[in-house]
């Protein structure tokens, strides 16, 4: 069974830096899109960054020009560059593999926690 084990998160200072690692244990079908979601305390599911069909990035508004997505196929790792780091940046962070129209199953990491506080 395929795990996703995601790494990285801790505490932070405002404007502070983080980089977010997802270890896919196997290689997964090309079909899958490589998403990073987060929920924040009292807040829904969103999505903050991910890496469509065909390579395209996508980010969340208020992250765009903050945090960077990058996929490592050798070492089938995905990561997220988090810079300038803000108090509602604070979540639970997923690595998520989605399969669009549900062809694979989708598969979900169990997060790492950011927090960003003086």
């Known amino acids: 069974q395929v795990q996703l084990v995601e790494s990285g998160g801790g505490l932070v200072q405002p404007g502070g830096s983080l980089n977010l690692s997802c270890s896919v244990s196997?290689?997964?079908?090309?079909?899958?899109?490589w998403v990073w979601l987060r929920r924040a305390p009292g807040k829904e599911l969103e999505v903050v960054a991910a890496i469509r069909r065909g390579g395209r990035t996508v980010y969340e508004g208020s992250v765009k020009g903050r945090f960077f997505i990058s996929r490592d196929t050798a070492e089938n790792t995905m990561r997220l560059q988090m810079d300038a780091l803000e108090p509602e940046d604070t979540a639970l962070y997923y690595c998520?593999?989605?399969?669009?129209?549900?062809?694979?199953?989708?598969?979900w990491g169990k997060g790492t926690l950011v927090t960003v506080s003086s």
């Open positions: 196997e290689q997964v079908s090309d079909v899958y899109e």
């Open positions: 998520h593999l989605e399969s669009p129209g549900g062809v694979l199953p989708n598969l």
